[in-house]
């Protein structure tokens, strides 16, 4: 089993950029393929990026392209999101996921990914 934890969210005004952090533990981090997703009030859960096991491979949703950049550094166990240019449409609890390097299915689906954290808040002021 691997344990997420999500940390780096906050308010920040519309422009400015934060950066969201995910430490993972329980098994080996460079087994598994991790996943942001956010979810905003009265709205479904959507993806927001997810970035295979190596690093070698990156997806994103339309709506966050070229503004937010998904990384990781396996010697740390971390994952990372960087989110520039924000919106007031990006408030949300994002949640950070992982799923097995092996796994099939959609890097887009959240029921693809099998462990996720608690969320961590991101407001954008308009």
């Known amino acids: 089993q691997v344990q997420v934890v999500e940390s780096g969210g906050g308010l920040v005004q519309a422009g400015g950029s934060l950066r969201l952090s995910c430490a993972a533990s329980?098994?080996?981090?460079?087994?598994?393929?991790m996943g942001w997703f956010r979810q905003a009030p009265g709205k479904e859960r959507e993806f927001v990026a997810a970035?295979?096991?190596?690093?070698?491979?990156?997806y994103y949703a339309d709506s966050v392209k070229g503004r937010f950049t998904i990384s990781r550094d396996n010697a740390k166990n971390t994952a990372y999101l960087q989110m520039n240019s924000l919106e007031s449409e990006d408030t949300a609890v994002y949640y950070c996921a992982a799923r097995p390097a092996g796994y099939g299915g959609s890097y887009y689906a959240a029921a693809n990914y099998h462990y996720w954290g608690q969320g961590t808040q991101v407001t954008v002021s308009s």
């Open positions: 970035i295979s096991w190596s690093g070698g491979r990156t």
């Open positions: 329980g098994r080996t981090f460079s087994n598994y393929a």
